[in-house]
Each structure stands twice: as C-alpha cells, then as structure tokens.
Nanobody
Framework: HVQLVESGGGSVQTGGSLRLSCSAS?????LAWFRQVPGKARQGLAG?????????YYPDSVRGRFTISLDRARNTTYLEMNGLKPEDTGMYYC????????????????WGQGTQVTVS
C-alpha cells in the first residue's frame, strides 16, 4: 500500500506557474500525475520511475511546459507547471504504480485525494 498526500494547487492567471507536491509513504516503482476535467477521463500528465537515470514521460499536451521531478530521499515528487492555459483547469491527482510498465499511461494502483487547479 502507498499513501499519497498532495499539496499546492490554487488559482493562477493565464501564463502563470504553479508547483504541485506529492509525498509518498514509501517508494513505488512509478510516481505520476493525472488530471481530470469534468466529462472527460483522467489523463496522465507526467510519470517518472524511481530508479536512478530513468527518463520521465510526458504526453504532447504538456511536453515543454510541465516538468516532473523526484526527491528519492523523501519519496516526494513535484510537478512544475509553466505557461498555464485555461484548458489546464481541472483536478490534479498524484498516483503510484507497483511496477514500472507504462508509467502514467495506464490506470495507477494508488491515488491521492486530488488538488484543484484553476487557470483564468
């Protein structure tokens, strides 16, 4: 079992930045961030394997604007979001997987409670 606790989120202007944080109770193989907009399925935004040297995953919609990072000593992942757009508004979730396959590209095994991001 992995417990995930998010912090950050809030309201920002178009073009602004936010940093989300997620503290995990232990070290899973994969930590990821998802977003859900009303009426749409949750979409993976970024994923990172906890082994050293792994390259993070980003879909085209956020590549170049969002950056995921990992503090291995603290089991904490961060999502830096820059150049925010109104379409980035939604509920953001931290997630974890028990294995390394398709990190952020399949349904995770564990979810955080979510944090709201509003861009106007």
């Amino acid at each position: 079992h992995v417990q995930l606790v998010e912090s950050g989120g809030g309201s920002v202007q178009t073009g602004g930045s936010l940093r989300l944080s997620c503290s995990a109770s232990n070290s899973p193989y994969c930590l990821a961030w998802f977003r859900q907009v009303p009426g749409k399925a949750r979409q993976g935004l970024a994923g990172i394997l906890t082994r050293p040297g792994a390259n993070p995953y980003y879909p085209d919609s956020v590549r170049g604007r969002f950056t995921i990072s990992l503090d291995r000593a603290r089991n904490t992942t961060y999502l830096e979001m820059n150049g925010l757009k109104p379409e980035d508004t939604g509920m953001y979730y931290c997630a974890a997987q028990r294995d390394w396959l398709q990190c952020a590209r399949r349904t995770p095994d564990y979810w955080g409670q979510g944090t709201q991001v509003t861009v106007s």
